[in-house]
Nanobody
């Protein structure tokens, strides 16, 4: 069973910080997690799902949406089968459900990711 589980969402004031985690579970997936690139996406009410950030298998390559560049940092710990999204200087427009997804390369299109988590809500108050 392949499963990604997001955590760390919540309510925060504008200017604050949150760290999201994306953990891989399932016997086979946990063993092979390091072969997958991982991306973070978000979806606000009434809007399409949009790319936020992605990281390569080794962590050596990262990519960010312009809207979060300089504020968000993606990282991974393959020994813990976990990818993180550190979010700082949060803005109300960052409010959304955040999803992590695993794929075979650092991509910006959601359709190119194979496995998805259930999402975690991030709400930024003004």
């Amino acid at each position: 069973q392949v499963q990604l589980v997001e955590s760390g969402g919540g309510l925060v004031q504008a200017g604050g910080s949150l760290r999201l985690s994306c953990a891989a579970s399932g016997r086979t997936f946990s063993i092979t997690f390091s072969v997958y690139a991982v991306g973070w996406f978000r979806q606000a009410p009434g809007k399409e799902r949009e790319f936020v950030a992605a990281i390569s298998r080794s962590g050596g390559t990262t990519n960010y949406a312009d809207s979060v560049k300089g504020r968000f940092t993606i990282s991974r710990d393959n020994a813990k089968n976990t990818v993180y999204l550190q979010m700082s200087s949060l803005k109300p427009e960052d409010t959304a459900v955040y999803y992590c997804a695993a794929g075979f390369d650092v991509r910006v299109l959601a359709s190119e990711y194979r496995f998805w988590g259930q999402g975690t809500q991030v709400t930024v108050s003004s």
